[in-house]
T-cell receptor, first 114, second 115 residues
Framework: GNSVTQMEGPVTLSEEAFLTINCTYTATGYPSLFWYVQYPGEGLQLLLKATKADDKGSNKGFEATYRKETTSFHLEKGSVQVSDSAVYFCALTLFSGGYNKLIFGAGTRLAVHP | EPEVTQTPSHQVTQMGQEVILRCVPISNHLYFYWYRQILGQKVEFLVSFYNNEISEKSEIFDDQFSVERPDGSNFTLKIRSTKLEDSAMYFC?????????????FGPGTRLLVL
């Protein structure tokens, strides 16, 4: 079946540290891949996306590259800030019949300390 | 920027009661979704809706659940007889599946607590 696996958290970093959150997927077909972020007490916000192999999604200093050969979509940021503290969800969709449910990973909590 | 809105933000109900969660999707979107997130767990798909009918539903979405688009703007999720395990955050989302625009935009959620 289709699924997303993320590294378990929490991830605790000091401000300005380098961030990597691993995400791998299993999918039949060619999924689109997403990272969503959930700040404390808020809903899900799209952070970035990539729709085909070798695409790089980027936003707010975060980036992730769609790697078909390793079925991965790891999230990276060169220098994290305290305001990046949140839960990060990796997700995929497969277009089927004109609708596209999102399949989420379990989420990775990031805590950034000053 | 257009956004998805949801009401209420919080709902407390007694087990066995009916609840209706409301969503206003982005106005030119055609596909609508409900997801839920039990506290501390992953976000799970419940149902997708297009052209006034259900496109797909998960095994969670049993006979106690229903969805409706009663007018041109609202999209509702009804739970007929709530159970304790229905306590969760419920998210509405909408999307426009034009090429390159398949992103789903989420509302802020309704936190449902069943006592």
């Amino acid at each position: 079946g289709n699924s997303v696996t993320q590294m378990e958290g929490p991830v605790t970093l000091s401000e300005e540290a380098f961030l990597t959150i691993n995400c791998t997927y299993t999918a039949t077909g060619y999924p689109s891949l997403f990272w969503y972020v959930q700040y404390p007490g808020e809903g899900l916000q799209l952070l970035l996306k990539a729709t085909k192999a070798d695409d790089k999604g980027s936003n707010k200093g975060f980036e992730a590259t769609y790697r078909k050969e390793t079925t991965s979509f790891h999230l990276e940021k060169g220098s994290v800030q305290v305001s990046d503290s949140a839960v990060y969800f990796c997700a995929l969709t497969l277009f089927s019949g004109g609708y596209n449910k999102l399949i989420f990973g379990a989420g990775t909590r990031l805590a950034v300390h000053p | 920027e257009p956004e998805v809105t949801q009401t209420p933000s919080h709902q407390v109900t007694q087990m066995g009661q009916e609840v209706i969660l409301r969503c206003v999707p982005i106005s030119n979107h055609l596909y609508f979704y409900w997801y839920r997130q039990i506290l501390g767990q992953k976000v799970e798909f419940l149902v997708s809706f297009y052209n006034n009918e259900i496109s797909e539903k998960s095994e969670i979405f049993d006979d106690q659940f229903s969805v409706e688009r009663p007018d041109g703007s609202n999209f509702t999720l009804k739970i007929r007889s709530t159970k304790l395990e229905d306590s969760a955050m419920y998210f509405c989302a909408s999307s426009d599946l034009s090429p390159g625009k398949e992103t789903q935009y989420f509302g802020p959620g309704t936190r449902l607590l069943v006592l």
